[in-house]
Nanobody
Framework: QVQLVESGGGLVQAGGSLRLSCAIS????????VGWFRQAPGKEREFVTT????????YRAHSVKGRFCISRDISKNTVYLQMNRLKPEDTALYYC????????????????????WGPGTQVTVSS
Protein backbone atom coordinates (compact mmCIF):
# COMPACT_ATOMS: atom_id res chain seq x y z
CA GLN A 1 0.00 0.00 0.00
CA VAL A 2 1.16 3.53 -0.75
CA GLN A 3 2.21 5.52 2.31
CA LEU A 4 2.93 9.23 2.56
CA VAL A 5 4.80 11.15 5.24
CA GLU A 6 5.03 14.94 5.37
CA SER A 7 7.88 16.94 6.85
CA GLY A 8 9.13 20.50 7.00
CA GLY A 9 6.42 22.19 9.02
CA GLY A 10 7.11 24.56 11.86
CA LEU A 11 6.68 28.04 13.25
CA VAL A 12 7.48 30.94 10.96
CA GLN A 13 6.96 34.68 11.05
CA ALA A 14 4.51 36.29 8.64
CA GLY A 15 6.22 37.02 5.35
CA GLY A 16 8.59 34.11 5.73
CA SER A 17 8.94 30.87 3.81
CA LEU A 18 8.76 27.14 4.41
CA ARG A 19 9.30 24.13 2.20
CA LEU A 20 7.26 21.02 2.91
CA SER A 21 8.21 17.59 1.65
CA CYS A 22 6.06 14.51 1.13
CA ALA A 23 7.88 11.20 0.88
CA ILE A 24 5.94 8.46 -0.87
CA SER A 25 6.90 4.95 0.16
CA UNK A 26 6.16 1.60 -1.40
CA UNK A 27 6.50 0.92 -5.12
CA UNK A 28 7.41 3.90 -7.26
CA UNK A 29 4.27 5.96 -7.49
CA UNK A 30 2.33 5.37 -10.70
CA UNK A 31 -0.94 7.08 -9.77
CA UNK A 32 -2.64 10.06 -11.30
CA UNK A 33 -1.94 13.00 -8.99
CA VAL A 34 -0.37 14.21 -5.76
CA GLY A 35 -1.67 17.23 -3.90
CA TRP A 36 -1.65 19.28 -0.74
CA PHE A 37 -4.59 20.08 1.50
CA ARG A 38 -4.76 21.94 4.80
CA GLN A 39 -7.09 22.02 7.76
CA ALA A 40 -7.33 24.59 10.52
CA PRO A 41 -9.09 23.83 13.82
CA GLY A 42 -12.86 23.96 13.44
CA LYS A 43 -12.70 24.17 9.64
CA GLU A 44 -13.09 21.70 6.82
CA ARG A 45 -10.15 20.39 4.89
CA GLU A 46 -9.20 22.88 2.18
CA PHE A 47 -7.62 22.31 -1.21
CA VAL A 48 -4.26 24.02 -1.59
CA THR A 49 -2.58 22.78 -4.76
CA THR A 50 -2.04 19.62 -6.77
CA UNK A 51 -0.05 18.27 -9.68
CA UNK A 52 -0.53 15.32 -11.96
CA UNK A 53 2.34 12.92 -11.46
CA UNK A 54 3.25 13.37 -15.10
CA UNK A 55 3.68 17.07 -14.36
CA UNK A 56 1.52 18.22 -17.24
CA UNK A 57 -1.21 19.85 -15.12
CA UNK A 58 -1.05 21.94 -11.93
CA TYR A 59 -3.92 23.51 -9.99
CA ARG A 60 -3.68 26.06 -7.20
CA ALA A 61 -6.23 27.55 -4.88
CA HIS A 62 -6.75 31.24 -5.52
CA SER A 63 -5.61 32.05 -2.00
CA VAL A 64 -2.11 30.70 -2.66
CA LYS A 65 -1.51 31.66 -6.29
CA GLY A 66 1.70 33.60 -6.59
CA ARG A 67 2.89 32.39 -3.18
CA PHE A 68 2.91 28.58 -3.15
CA CYS A 69 4.46 26.23 -5.68
CA ILE A 70 4.13 22.45 -5.94
CA SER A 71 6.75 20.25 -7.55
CA ARG A 72 7.73 16.62 -7.60
CA ASP A 73 10.85 14.54 -8.08
CA ILE A 74 9.94 11.24 -9.69
CA SER A 75 13.34 9.70 -9.03
CA LYS A 76 12.97 10.41 -5.30
CA ASN A 77 9.25 9.62 -5.12
CA THR A 78 8.81 12.95 -3.38
CA VAL A 79 6.53 15.95 -3.75
CA TYR A 80 7.28 19.42 -2.39
CA LEU A 81 5.34 22.49 -1.41
CA GLN A 82 7.30 25.73 -1.45
CA MET A 83 5.43 28.35 0.57
CA ASN A 84 6.48 31.99 0.32
CA ARG A 85 5.14 35.21 1.83
CA LEU A 86 3.28 33.24 4.46
CA LYS A 87 0.32 34.78 6.23
CA PRO A 88 -1.29 33.97 9.60
CA GLU A 89 -4.28 32.68 7.63
CA ASP A 90 -2.03 29.92 6.26
CA THR A 91 -1.77 28.38 9.73
CA ALA A 92 -3.07 24.81 9.49
CA LEU A 93 -2.20 21.15 9.50
CA TYR A 94 -0.93 20.43 6.00
CA TYR A 95 -1.63 17.05 4.42
CA CYS A 96 -0.11 15.39 1.41
CA UNK A 97 -2.43 13.14 -0.57
CA UNK A 98 -2.16 10.85 -3.59
CA UNK A 99 -4.83 9.87 -6.10
CA UNK A 100 -4.59 6.49 -7.77
CA UNK A 101 -6.71 7.60 -10.72
CA UNK A 102 -8.85 10.48 -11.92
CA UNK A 103 -12.24 10.42 -10.20
CA UNK A 104 -15.51 10.11 -12.06
CA UNK A 105 -16.05 13.89 -11.98
CA UNK A 106 -12.67 14.59 -13.52
CA UNK A 107 -11.47 16.72 -10.60
CA UNK A 108 -8.33 16.48 -8.49
CA UNK A 109 -9.18 19.61 -6.54
CA UNK A 110 -11.41 17.86 -4.00
CA UNK A 111 -10.39 15.71 -1.07
CA UNK A 112 -12.53 12.74 -2.07
CA UNK A 113 -10.46 12.30 -5.22
CA UNK A 114 -7.53 11.07 -3.14
CA UNK A 115 -6.89 7.55 -1.95
CA UNK A 116 -3.85 7.95 0.31
CA TRP A 117 -3.10 10.55 2.98
CA GLY A 118 -0.17 11.41 5.17
CA PRO A 119 -0.55 12.18 8.89
CA GLY A 120 0.05 15.89 8.32
CA THR A 121 2.64 18.46 9.35
CA GLN A 122 1.79 21.59 11.31
CA VAL A 123 2.48 25.03 9.87
CA THR A 124 2.04 27.97 12.21
CA VAL A 125 2.51 31.52 10.97
CA SER A 126 2.86 34.20 13.62
CA SER A 127 2.06 37.86 13.14
Amino acid sequence: QVQLVESGGGLVQAGGSLRLSCAISGPPFSGYAVGWFRQAPGKEREFVTTTTWSGDTIYRAHSVKGRFCISRDISKNTVYLQMNRLKPEDTALYYCAAAAALDSYGSIRVANAYDYWGPGTQVTVSS
